[in-house]
C-alpha cells in the first residue's frame, strides 16, 4: 500500500497547487451554506422523511427491484440489470450505432460505468447539455462537483470555450455565456438519435422514472431523440411515485438551497406515438458493488443521492477538489469506490484523508455516517494489506500499559531526535528518515507524566460525589496543564475524583486507523481499570476521547462478556463543560477579571454533538472579551494520523481557520487537544503571537484569582 500514499499524496499536492479552484469552491460554500441553513429549516421534515423512505427502500431492495422492473416492463421500458459497468457498457453498444448522435443530460451512473468514454471510441458523437458537463467536455476538464461540475472554472476560461465553440467571440458574462450555449445546442437534440439520462429516483408502485433539473435540457434529452436510455444504481429505487418526488424536493433543498427544482419531469414509459416521446426506453439498472454494501454493512451508503451537501462542508473537499475522490468525490466517493472498485483505488484516491470532523454527516439530509463508513474500510485494507511499519508503532506505544515508562522515553529521545526552536515552544525533527515534516512543531513532552502529578494532588480532592477523570495521551504526555486545570475545576465543585492511573489511550487513533482489534483490546482493558470504582460520571476534557468512549457500547456490543459494561461505561461519559454546565460555577463572584481577547474555536467532535457548553462558560469567565470568527464551526484540520500522513493538507485548513481569527485575538481557546497541538503549529509558522488555550485553563485562572 505504499504506492497508495505515495499516489494519494501526488494527488493532494495537486489540489493544493490549485489555488483558484479551492477559492471558487470555498465561494460557492459560502453561497450555499446559509441558503440551505434557511431553506432546510422552511422544511424540517425533508431531512427525516428522506431518510425513512430510503431506510425501508433499502431494507427492502430486493423486493422494490422486482417490482419496480415488473412495472417498468409493464409500461413499456426495457430494463436490464447490471452485475457490471462492463456488462452496462456491452448493453448500450448493442443499442447505439457507431458514427451516430447522442445527447447526454447529468447521469453519475453513466459516468461510473465509463460508457461514454467508450461510446466515444467507437465514432459516437456525445454532447453534454448539462451546461456545466458541458463546459468540462469542452475544456476537457475534471468535473469539480456532482451538481456544479464546472464551479472551479473561472468564468473567462468558460467565455473562451465557448467563444471557440461558437466561432465569435463571447463576453465574459453569465448572460453573454448561457445564450452562445442555448444557440448551440438546439440542432444536436434534434439530430440526435439517442438520449441518455440519469434519474434521480425510481418509482417502484408506477415504473416510473424522476428527474429533477434546472436548465430544461433533461425534458429535451428524454423526450426528442427517437431512443431513451437511463442509467441509474439500483438505490435510486423507492417504494411510491409520491416518495420518489420527494427525493427530488430533498435534492433541491440540501442540494442548492431550494425549495424545487425548476422542472420534475416524470418517464413513464415510451410514447404512444412518433410525436409525444421516444420510441424505445431502455433502462439499466447497476448493481456493481451495491449488494455488497448490502451484505458488507454498508448499505446506510446507498442513501446517497449525490446532492453534493456533505462535499460543501467537508474540509478536505473544499482544498482539493475533484483531486479527492475518484468517479464519485469526497468521503462518500471513497465509500463508493472501496465498493464498486476495489481497496486499492480507494486507497490511491483518498481513504487516507479524511479527518473525521463529522461535518458531512450533519450536512448530509441521510445522515449517512461517511467518517464511521471510512474507517471500515480501513479496516478492510488493514486486514488485507497490513497498517504499516510506523503507524504501528505509534499505536503500539500509545496502548503501553505503563505511561510512565513511555514518558521516560520519550524524555530521553526528545533532545536527541528533535532541535529546540528559537522561542522556546517546542520542537523540530533533526532527520528527514522520521517521517515527520521538518518544518513541523512538536511540542515538548510533560516534565512529568500527568499520572504522577495527579497522583501528588490526589488528597486535595475529596468530596461528597465521586466522577472519574480519563486524561487522554495528549495531556498525559503534553498538556499536564490542562489535566491540572481539569482537577483544579472539579475541586471548586467538592467532588471526589477517581483517577486511575492504568488507563491508556482511549483507542480513537486505533479505530481510525482501521485497526480495529486493537481499538477493542485497548477498550476492554480501560473498561476493567475504570469499572474498578464506582462513579456517578466518567469525564473527559478531550472531544476526541469523549467520542471513542462514548462508542465502546457500540464497539463491544457483540461481546458477551463485555458488551453490557461498555455500554453503562458509555452512558457515563461527559465533556468537563457539558458536566459543568449543570453546576453553579461561582463565576459572579469572581471580581479578578483576566482582561484577555480570546477567540474561540468549536472542536468538530463537540459540534457534532450539539455541546457547545464551553463557549458559554467562556463567555461567563470575568474579563473574557469574546470574539467571534467567521464560520465559528469550520474544522481545524488536524485529523490524527492523518497529519501525520499529509500534513501539508492539514496545515492548509488549519490556515483558513487562523484566516477567520478576528483582528487583535491575544488567546486562541479551544477544548480539545489535539486542536491545540495543530492551531499552535499553525501560528507558530505564521509567526502570530496569539496563544493557544483550553477552556478549562482560563476556567481554573479565574478560580486562582478569585481566590487572590
Known amino acids: 500500500m505504499s504506492y497508495s500514499l505515495k499516489n494519494v499524496r501526488a494527488k493532494v499536492n495537486d489540489g493544493l497547487k490549485d489555488t483558484s479552484s479551492s477559492m471558487a469552491r470555498r465561494r460557492i460554500s459560502r453561497f450555499l451554506g446559509p441558503a440551505k441553513v434557511k431553506a432546510v429549516k422552511n422544511f424540517p421534515l425533508a431531512g427525516p422523511l428522506h431518510r425513512q423512505t430510503k431506510t425501508q427502500a433499502i431494507a427492502n431492495l430486493r423486493e422494490r427491484l422486482e417490482e419496480a422492473i415488473r412495472n417498468l416492463e409493464d409500461n413499456g421500458c426495457q430494463v436490464f440489470c447490471a452485475p457490471t459497468s462492463a456488462e452496462a457498457i456491452a448493453y448500450v453498444q448493442k443499442i447505439i450505432k457507431p458514427g451516430s448522435m447522442v445527447v447526454k443530460a447529468k447521469s453519475n451512473a453513466a459516468k461510473e460505468t465509463g460508457v461514454i468514454e467508450n461510446l466515444l471510441k467507437d465514432g459516437v458523437s456525445v454532447v453534454e447539455t448539462d451546461m456545466g458537463d458541458r463546459i468540462c467536455q469542452l475544456g476537457e476538464i475534471p468535473a469539480s462537483h456532482p451538481l456544479g461540475p464546472a464551479l472551479h472554472v473561472p468564468v473567462g476560461k468558460v467565455a473562451e470555450l465557448f467563444s471557440l465553440e461558437s466561432g465569435h467571440a463571447v ?7 448561457v445564450t452562445a450555449a442555448r444557440g448551440l445546442l438546439p440542432d444536436s437534440f434534434f439530430k440526435a438519435q439517442y438520449g441518455i439520462s440519469g434519474a434521480n429516483a425510481i418509482a417502484a408502485d408506477t415504473g416510473s422514472i424522476i428527474l429533477t433539473e434546472n436548465e430544461g435540457n433533461i425534458r429535451l434529452c428524454t423526450n426528442l431523440p427517437p431512443i431513451h436510455i437511463v442509467f441509474a444504481g439500483i438505490e435510486k429505487i423507492v417504494p411510491t411515485l409520491e416518495e420518489a418526488v420527494h427525493v427530488c424536493h430533498t435534492a433541491a433543498l440540501y442540494g442548492t438551497g431550494v425549495s424545487v427544482g425548476g422542472y ?17 426506453v431502455h433502462v439499466i439498472l447497476l448493481e456493481e458493488g451495491r449488494w455488497e454494501a448490502k451484505r458488507a454493512g454498508f448499505e446506510e451508503s446507498l442513501a446517497c443521492i449525490n ?41 490511491e484516491n483518498g481513504l487516507s484523508l479524511c479527518v473525521g470532523c463529522r461535518q458531512c454527516i450533519d450536512a448530509c439530509p441521510g445522515s449517512i455516517p461517511i467518517p464511521d463508513l471510512i474507517q471500515k474500510i480501513r479496516q478492510r485494507v488493514v486486514k488485507k494489506y497490513g497498517l504499516g511499519r510506523q503507524k504501528k508503532l505509534i499505536l503500539k506505544t500509545l496502548f503501553r500499559k505503563r505511561g510512565s515508562r513511555i514518558w521516560r522515553w520519550g524524555q530521553k529521545l526528545q533532545p536527541l531526535a528533535f532541535k529546540k526552536v528559537d522561542n522556546e515552544e517546542g520542537y523540530q525533527v533533526r532527520f528527514s528518515w522520521m517521517g515527520v515534516d521538518p518544518n513541523r512543531l512538536i511540542p515538548a513532552i510533560n516534565e512529568k507524566p500527568v499520572f504522577t502529578f495527579l497522583e501528588e494532588q490526589s488528597d486535595a480532592v475529596l468530596g461528597k460525589d465521586r466522577v472519574a ?3 487522554g495521551c495528549l495531556n498525559n504526555m503534553i498538556f499536564s496543564e490542562v489535566a491540572g486545570a481539569t482537577l483544579e475545576v472539579l475541586r471548586e465543585q467538592n467532588l471526589d475524583v477517581f483517577f486511575p492511573a492504568e488507563q491508556v489511550c482511549c483507542g480513537y487513533p486505533m479505530q481510525a486507523a482501521g485497526e480495529l482489534e486493537m481499538a477493542k483490546e485497548v477498550a476492554r482493558w480501560n473498561l ?17 476521547c469523549g467520542t471513542a468512549l462514548r462508542g465502546y457500547g457500540k464497539l463491544l456490543e457483540e461481546d458477551p462478556d463485555w458488551g453490557g459494561l461498555a455500554k453503562g461505561f458509555s452512558e457515563k461519559i461527559r465533556d468537563i463543560f457539558e458536566f459543568l454546565s449543570k453546576k453553579n460555577l461561582g463565576l459572579k463572584e469572581i471580581h479578578q477579571s483576566l482582561e484577555y481577547k480570546v477567540s474561540y474555536h468549536q472542536p468538530c467532535h463537540l459540534r457534532y454533538l450539539g455541546l457547545n457548553h ?26 490524527g494520523m492523518v497529519s501525520l500522513d499529509h500534513y501539508n493538507l492539514t496545515t492548509s485548513i488549519a490556515s483558513r481557520k487562523i484566516e477567520l481569527t478576528p483582528n487583535g485575538t491575544e488567546i486562541l481557546a479551544t477544548a480539545c487537544p489535539g486542536c491545540m497541538i495543530h492551531l499552535t503549529d499553525r501560528l507558530y509558522q505564521q509567526n502570530k503571537p ?19
Open 614 to 639: 464551553a463557549q458559554e462558560i467562556l463567555s461567563l469567565i470575568p474579563g473574557v472579551n469574546l470574539g467571534s470568527s467567521g464560520d465559528d464551526e469550520a474544522c481545524c484540520g488536524f485529523g
Open 264 to 280: 420534475i419531469n416524470i418517464v413513464s414509459g415510451p410514447g404512444r406515438n412518433s410525436l409525444d416521446g421516444p420510441q424505445e
Open 528 to 544: 476493567e481499570v475504570f469499572c474498578t470504582g464506582t462513579v456517578d460520571k466518567i469525564i473527559v476534557d478531550c472531544p476526541t
Open 307 to 347: 446532492c453534493g451537501a456533505c462535499l460543501n462542508r467537508c474540509p478536505v473537499y473544499k482544498e482539493l477538489g475533484e483531486q479527492y475522490g475518484y468517479k464519485y468525490l469526497g468521503g462518500i466517493g471513497i465509500i463508493h469506490t472501496a465498493l464498486r472498485d476495489g481497496l486499492e483505488k480507494a486507497a
Open 171 to 177: 463576453a465574459p458574462d453569465p448572460t453573454s455565456i
Open 690 to 708: 496569539i496563544k493557544v488555550k483550553h477552556v478549562i485553563e482560563l476556567l481554573a485562572d479565574a478560580y486562582r484569582r478569585g481566590r487572590e
Open 469 to 471: 477523570y480519563f486524561a
